[in-house]
């Protein structure tokens, strides 16, 4: 080499050398991004430290042991759970989360799970001292109740005629008490006592004996109340005496009228608009087979199903999404159609969903730990599942050849000839190469990826497992 050359390649390297190590520290500072809420991370793909909790404390290898010790967690992660949480990350990089039927069940769960654990359904009420005079009233009289149940508006109609023509409903015969009509029967009590949705004893206390009540609508279902009897209560303490009481019990009825009107205010603060200019199209859609219905998209113009049906604030929900979450809904119904009711009142249901989902993230409320686990958890699941049908499951076949070698190979484990055992040797085959493709697919994976453990939290969960478990067998002991 010219002396010029080995001058030009020198200076070459105290620039370039410089700016390759600069990218690799980059690189190892990317790598080494770690989220502490994870015991075990692989790339982006982490185990949240309480769902390996929830899950290990259902398992044997928990039972069995009186101390912990961050080695034997490690052990049990690396054989159980490992393995899973390498598919998952594989499935982010093949872009899988992209699968809009994951991401619609993804946003569906989301909504669902964020909206059901809006503060107003736990939030503690505070409570007048007029407010529980008003409740202490309402509890100077008890009722002789029966309810009767529907969850379809055709079952409704029918019960509610029945029912007010004389009629009666039988009580459920044993192994029917959760099927539909269902009818409940309450003697003797006061208001608030039973765990009556709140609707349903506010219609109760304005009957009189005898009356049947026009149907009252609450999540999905609907309730036909008829008032057999109302009487003075004597068995009612002094307001000072039950004044804790009704504290207690009113919580629920105050959460549920505050929820209304939360609702009723989120309402207006969204726009919500619903077209039901879509309904005689879905009713037409309804089909019915062996006591079972569902609207078919097939008889709705698919380029109507991508369109809006309800539209909160910038959220859509799509006729498509409509109907797959109202046949989900519908699972455990049987009716032979659907009227203009079922779908109003399950988009209502489904705004309020929305509404409340909305308020907490537009309020940036908190999620606890408790929420942010089971949605990670939840896409990790829909992940795995997707991966092994796609990459796994999909991919292995069997055929008569394949499962005819395979018994010959195997003979002495049938006792009869090929063609009467065929369908046993194809699974048998098949298992044992999804088994074996699974495990090419682990190791491969082992080698592609970087799998770490956040070794603090591992010793202080051993830590606090150890303790929990020896805080047990004293208790036990009846130390």
């Known amino acids: 080499m010219y002396p010029e050359s080995k001058k030009y390649m020198k200076n070459l390297l105290t620039i370039v050398l410089p700016f390759v190590i600069f990218l690799a520290f980059l690189d190892c500072t990317k790598q080494e991004s770690f989220d502490n809420a994870n015991i075990m991370q692989i790339k982006n793909v982490g185990l949240r430290r309480d769902v390996f909790v929830r899950r290990y404390k259902m398992t044997s290898d928990y039972g069995r042991q009186n101390s912990f010790t961050p080695a034997l967690l490690k052990e049990f992660i690396a054989t159980i759970l490992e393995p899973d949480y390498l598919l998952i990350q594989h499935a982010y990089d093949k872009g899988m989360h992209k ?14 799970t964020i909206a059901n654990n809006h503060p107003i359904k736990s939030r503690v ?16 009289f008890t009722y002789d109740v029966d309810l009767v149940l529907t969850n379809s508006w055709v079952m409704t109609e029918e019960i509610h ?17 959760f099927s539909f009509p ?28 005898g009356e049947t009540s026009e149907p009252i609508y609450n999540s999905g279902i609907w309730t036909i109340i008829t008032l057999n009897g109302k009487r003075n209560n004597p068995n009612l303490a002094p307001f000072d005496v039950v004044e804790r009481t009704l504290v207690e019990e009113s919580q629920g009825l105050f959460r549920y009228q505050r929820q209304i009107q939360l609702l009723d205010e989120l309402e207006k603060k969204y726009k919500v608009r619903i ?34 049906i309800i539209q909160i604030g910038k959220e859509t929900v799509t006729l498509g999404n409509f109907i797959t979450n109202y046949n989900t809904a519908l699972q455990n ?46 896409e990790h699941r829909l992940l795995l599942s997707d991966y092994l049908k796609a990459e796994i499951a999909d991919k292995v076949h069997v055929t008569d050849a394949d499962a005819e070698k395979y018994y010959e190979e195997h003979r002495e484990r049938w006792q009869a000839s090929f063609d009467k055992v065929i369908g046993s040797v194809k699974g048998e085959l098949r298992n044992e190469r999804l088994h074996t493709k699974r495990a090419d697919i682990e190791k491969a994976l082992r080698k592609k990826y970087h799998i770490r453990y956040n070794e603090k939290l591992l010793s202080e969960l051993a830590d606090a497992l150890t303790a929990e478990k020896s805080a047990q067998a004293q208790t036990e002991s009846g130390i």
């Open 333 to 378: 119904v049987q009716a032979p159609r659907i009227t203009e009711n079922d779908l109003r009142h399950f988009a209502d249901d489904q705004i309020n969903q929305y509404l409340l989902y909305l308020d907490v993230l537009d309020g940036e409320i908190p999620l606890p730990d408790l929420i942010q686990d089971q949605l990670v958890n939840k």
């Open 182 to 209: 269902r009818l409940l029967q309450y003697r003797d009590i006061s208001y608030g006592e039973m765990m009556i949705p709140p609707a349903v004893l506010e219609g109760m206390e304005t009957m009189k004996p």
């Open 275 to 308: 077209h039901t200019e879509y309904y005689p199209a879905l009713i037409s859609a309804y089909v019915t087979q062996d006591n079972r219905g569902w609207i078919d998209k097939n008889k709705i113009d698919s380029s109507d199903l991508s369109r809006s």
């Open 99 to 112: 699968n809009p039927d994951i991401q619609q069940k993804m946003s569906d769960y989301k909504i669902n």
């Open 125 to 140: 009420i505070a409570i007048s001292s007029e407010q529980l005079r008003q409740l202490y009233q309402k509890k100077k």
């Open 161 to 177: 005629q029945h029912i007010s023509n004389g009629g009666e409903i039988e009580p459920p015969k044993e192994g029917r008490e």
